[in-house]
T-cell receptor
Framework: AQSVTQLGSHVSVSEGALVLLRCNYSSSVPPYLFWYVQYPNQGLQLLLKYTTGATLVKGINGFEAEFKKSETSFHLTKPSAHMSDAAEYFCAVNSGGYQKVTFGTGTKLQVIP | EAGVTQFPSHSVIEKGQTVTLRCDPISGHDNLYWYRRVMGKEIKFLLHFVKESKQDESGMPNNRFLAERTGGTYSTLKVQPAELEDSGVYFC???????????????FGSGTRLTVV
């Protein structure tokens, strides 16, 4: 079985501040982990993905995430928030042998000028 | 390259009516997925096609939902008769790689927002 928990349904940060969106997963086998972003009135867009190898993964728009097996976490970070980062972010997991992705409940990021 | 196209983008129907959602995947993507997000909750898996075959339909809520993918190209998702709890956003995604969607993950459409009143 696989599951994802995103802590905080809403996160507010000031423009220029650090963005930290938390994600913990559960998987019985080594997981593939994803962060997707949904901008208003748009579809889901892949931000970054971890499969194997380097545990620090860099994605688009300056985001990165680190896979920590011991903590079963895959938190998303960005050093400096921009107004255009305001969106909803979804963490997701796909375990080996599964052909479907399980999503978290999403975190809405608000960036305050 | 055209992305995943879904239509309609919005649909408002009355309880008991029938609605059909359509998804056109990226050309050449054998894997097609339907997901649904009910207001404020997680995005939940509905089913997975490989070409025209249903690989996994374990997420389909009940027999009021019927998905088809004739010829392995576009897919339709019919809800008949619709109930209030069917309201939500229905996403379609496609990929070449079925395990995690390959290097680019899944490519999602913009979704269809279904409101049942």
């Amino acid at each position: 079985a696989q599951s994802v928990t995103q802590l905080g349904s809403h996160v507010s940060v000031s423009e220029g501040a650090l963005v930290l969106l938390r994600c913990n997963y559960s998987s019985s086998v080594p997981p593939y982990l994803f962060w997707y972003v949904q901008y208003p009135n748009q579809g889901l867009q892949l931000l970054l993905k971890y499969t194997t190898g380097a545990t620090l993964v860099k994605g688009i728009n300056g985001f990165e995430a680190e896979f920590k097996k011991s903590e079963t976490s895959f938190h998303l970070t960005k050093p400096s928030a921009h107004m255009s980062d305001a969106a909803e972010y979804f963490c997701a997991v796909n375990s080996g042998g599964y052909q479907k992705v399980t999503f978290g409940t999403g975190t809405k990021l608000q960036v305050i000028p | 390259e055209a992305g995943v196209t879904q239509f309609p983008s919005h649909s408002v129907i009355e309880k008991g009516q029938t609605v059909t959602l359509r998804c056109d995947p990226i050309s050449g993507h054998d894997n097609l997925y339907w997901y649904r997000r009910v207001m404020g909750k997680e995005i939940k898996f509905l089913l997975h096609f490989v070409k025209e075959s249903k690989q996994d339909e374990s997420g389909m809520p009940n027999n009021r939902f019927l998905a088809e993918r004739t010829g392995g190209t576009y897919s339709t998702l019919k809800v008949q008769p619709a109930e209030l709890e069917d309201s939500g956003v229905y996403f379609c995604a496609s990929s070449q790689d079925s395990l995690g969607g390959g290097p680019d993950g899944y490519t999602f459409g913009s979704g269809t927002r279904l409101t049942v009143v």
